[in-house]
């Protein structure tokens, strides 16, 4: 009687046990009576019946997923590998139980789907250069697959692009070109500038000719200052000149 009184309790302990769990702020549980939903629980102290009822546990965390590097070929025929990152949450915990039998590996695979055929549509320089578009055009093709099982993708992000060596050695090339357009272009504008100026200059000083006798004496300080020795320097007679008038007009 001892015996049978406590395998009774060590049953009712065991049955109690299964039957008392406890769900964190950020779990929910999905429970099922006899095989048919009756509804999700939590968080805090859940009960359930014993051998009638069965619950499974749905986190509600954000989970980042890693999207493996996918073979894709660009408009342009390029064969690249890009590997992404992705986002998501469980927002339904019902859907994500009884719409889709792994919610985790479902969105992995749509991912990776999607990832290879909407790069497939852009040629390589978009790729590079319009990444936020992408990744958003990213995010709402995936969200809309994985809205029926209750999953909300909230960001798509490409981490890497994997270009073939000839590609790369191509761009470094194409790069050192534009490098050198653009420095003949800031050449070529910086010669007009300066011709532009000493047109300016040469007008002005053609209308005041004592602009250009105040420019050869600037030249002569600057040349005296800077090294001593003799240096012979045409002056032009416009310069004398007035010097010249002055004697004539004392000697006479």
Same mark, same amino acid.
């Given at each position: ?8 309790? &060590? ?17 929910? /549980? ?7 939903? *009756?509804? *999700?629980? /939590?968080?805090?102290l !859940? ?12 986190? &509600?965390?954000? !989970? *980042?997923m890693?999207? @493996? ?10 064969? !690249?590998?890009?590997? #992404? ?7 339904? @915990? ?5 719409? *889709? ?57 490409m ?28 050449? #070529? ?14 007008? !002005? ?18 040349? #005296? ?17 007035p010097?010249?008038d ?7």
């Open positions: 009687m001892f015996n049978l009184s406590a395998i009774l309790f &060590l049953l009712i302990i065991i049955l109690l046990a299964k039957s008392i769990r406890i769900l964190k702020e950020y779990e929910r /549980g999905v429970v099922f009576r006899l095989g048919r939903y *009756v509804g *999700v629980r /939590g968080p805090g !859940i009960i359930l019946i014993p051998v009638l009822e069965k619950m499974f546990k749905v986190n &509600l965390r954000t !989970i *980042v890693d999207v @493996p590097p996918q073979d894709v070929i660009t408009k342009d025929n390029v064969s !690249i590998k890009v590997n #992404a990152v992705v986002y998501f949450r469980v927002l339904h @915990p019902d859907k994500a139980v009884l719409e *889709v039998e792994d919610y985790y590996y479902a969105t992995s695979q749509i991912s990776q789907t999607t990832l290879r055929s909407i790069l497939g549509q852009f040629e390589l320089d978009d790729l590079l250069s319009n990444r936020e578009k992408i990744n958003m055009e990213l995010q709402s093709v995936i969200d809309k697959h994985t809205d029926p099982w209750g999953i909300k993708v909230s960001a798509v992000e981490k890497h692009i994997d270009l073939p060596q000839e590609m790369q050695r191509a761009m470094a090339r194409q790069a050192e070109a534009e490098r050198e357009r653009r420095a003949k272009i800031i050449h #070529a504008e910086g010669e007009l500038q300066s011709a532009e100026k000493l047109s300016q200059a040469s007008e !002005i000083m053609s209308k005041s000719p004592i602009t250009l006798q105040l420019r050869y004496l600037q030249t002569l300080n600057e040349i #005296a200052s800077e090294k001593n020795s003799t240096i012979v320097f045409p002056i032009p007679m416009e310069i004398i000149k010097f010249l002055k004697k004539d007009d004392k000697g006479e």
